[in-house]
């Protein structure tokens, strides 16, 4: 039996892969809008700027030029796109915790992998169930609705030791 939850805790710390720390990647995608945003402006303010001349092979020079800056313009703007959210799987059989994510338009990447008997602990409180990896960060945090997989997931902690 597979569990799947399709969120990661926000507040708390995890491993690099899944979210950056230190913002690297925000910062890199606000300057590839930025960028992308100011080649589309630039695109079309090469056809709207006085006292531009209209001889036949400076336009098609400005065509070339913008057509180049407004497909540009898309890529930056399309890789600046926020990647889609780790997944967690839990596989009671196997007795695993996953993290994958799934990119828009390519196969699943798988983050990071965790066997219950290398997880450090886990805790309980209600129908949330926190798991954290073998150096003590927050592997995964997921809310249970069923109470046959609560109880199925609680008995495979409990046989590793790692649920009291």
């Known amino acids: 039996m597979s569990m799947t939850g399709t969120y990661a805790s926000r507040g708390a710390p995890t491993r690099t892969p899944v979210r950056m720390a230190d913002g690297y990647r925000m910062i890199v995608r606000g300057v ?3 960028l992308g945003a100011s080649l589309a402006l630039a695109a079309l ?9 209209w001889e036949s092979d400076v336009m098609l020079f400005k065509l070339i030029l913008s057509l180049t800056a407004i497909f540009a313009a898309v ?7 926020r990647p889609a959210p ?9 007795r695993q915790v996953r993290l994958v994510r799934r990119p828009r ?21 209600g129908s949330i169930v926190r798991l954290w990896d073998s150096a003590g960060v927050l592997l995964a945090e997921i809310s249970l609705t069923e109470p046959e997989t609560m109880s199925e997931l609680v008995a495979g902690l409990r046989e590793e030791g790692k649920l009291a």
């Open 45 to 53: 303010g090469l056809w709207f700027a006085p006292g531009a001349s």
């Open 86 to 94: 780790p997944e967690i799987e839990i596989d009671i059989r196997r």
């Open 75 to 81: 890529g930056l703007l399309s890789a600046s796109s």
């Open 105 to 125: 338009g390519a196969a699943p990447v798988l983050l990071q992998r965790c066997d219950f008997n290398e997880l450090s602990s886990a805790e309980r409180e």
């Open 32 to 34: 590839q809008r930025l």
